[in-house]
């Protein structure tokens, strides 16, 4: 497990600087940091996720008792491998990585008998026409939940490039 972690991030940090890595546009990204923050909130004491919604990977050595600055860093750090891992997207990285940040990754791009969304699909098709199935992300154990809806179309709205 750690070796795979290790070879993920060993990956993030070359595909950084070979180019592939996140978004160019920094006013796009810095906008969907302060969307993320002001959704998420402080997360406090609610093990294990921490600061601005990290979650605590094996081995990680913090505790809900970090700063804004570190948190803010754990964000950016998130976001930014989240963003690599939905480059091949092109242009809807970042707003796959903003919903990734929230559901999940293996929510949107499947895992074992978990089938890829039909947000993915769609994308992969070349059809772009995905608001429907972005803002269907807003439910919580089945049921809608007006601010996770809020959450979605702001993101949509502010991330989507056409």
Not at 58 to 71: F, V, W
Not at 147 to 152: H, Q
């Amino acid at each position: 497990m750690r070796i795979g972690m290790l070879a993920v991030c060993l990956a993030w940090g070359f595909l950084s600087y070979a180019g592939t890595g996140p978004p160019r546009d920094t006013g796009m990204f810095e906008e969907a940091v302060r969307l993320i923050k002001r959704y998420e909130g402080w997360h406090g004491n609610h093990l294990p996720y921490i600061g601005y919604g990290h979650r605590l990977l094996p081995g990680e050595r913090l505790s809900s008792d970090i700063t804004e600055e570190q948190a803010d860093s754990l964000l950016r750090e998130d976001l930014r491998k989240l963003c690599v891992l939905f480059r091949d997207f092109g242009k809807d990285s970042l707003l796959l990585a903003a919903l990734a940040y929230n559901v999940g990754p293996y929510r949107l791009l499947g895992y074992g008998e978990l089938p890829k969304s039909r947000l993915i699909r769609r994308l992969e098709s070349g059809d772009r026409d995905i608001y429907d199935e972005y803002v269907s992300f807003r439910c919580y154990r089945g049921k809608v939940v007006p601010s996770i809806e809020r959450r979605r179309k702001e993101e949509f709205k502010l991330l989507y490039m056409h």
